[in-house]
């Protein structure tokens, strides 16, 4: 049985830093592109970054380029999403999610994605 474990979220003021992970079992997540998403009250779903197998061709939601960085440890089978500058607008519920077979243009797409994490919520605020 295949499933996706995240853990890492948090309340955290404006300016902080959080780091998310996402740790994968019953299959080898080194063959899987990794999308990160987020889930704020009232909104969809919206993709914030995808990493392509051996941390190859990252693509990311313009809102978080330049604070956000993920990676991968295909060793411990976890994917690693590090959050930094950290904005209100930036709270929501995080979703790591698992492609064998990524179509770089729908990297953002929900339906792309075979697996998902349970999510962890983000709170962002003073």
């Known amino acids: 049985q295949v499933q996706f474990v995240e853990s890492g979220g948090g309340l955290v003021q404006p300016g902080s830093s959080l780091e998310l992970s996402c740790t994968a079992s019953g299959l080898s997540l080194g063959y899987y592109a990794i999308g990160w998403f987020r889930q704020a009250p009232g909104k969809e779903r919206e993709g914030v970054l995808c990493?392509?197998?051996?941390?190859?061709?990252?693509y990311y939601a313009d809102s978080v380029k330049g604070r956000f960085t993920s990676s991968r440890d295909d060793a411990k089978n976890t994917a690693y999403l590090q959050m930094n500058s950290l904005k209100p607008e930036d709270t929501g519920v995080y979703y790591c999610?698992?492609?064998?077979?990524?179509?770089?243009?729908?990297?953002?797409?929900?339906?792309?994605?075979?697996?998902w994490g349970q999510g962890t919520q983000v709170t962002v605020s003073s």
């Open positions: 990493t392509g197998t051996k941390n190859q061709n990252t």
């Open positions: 999610a698992a492609t064998i077979a990524l179509r770089a243009k729908l990297w953002n797409r929900t339906s792309e994605y075979d697996y």
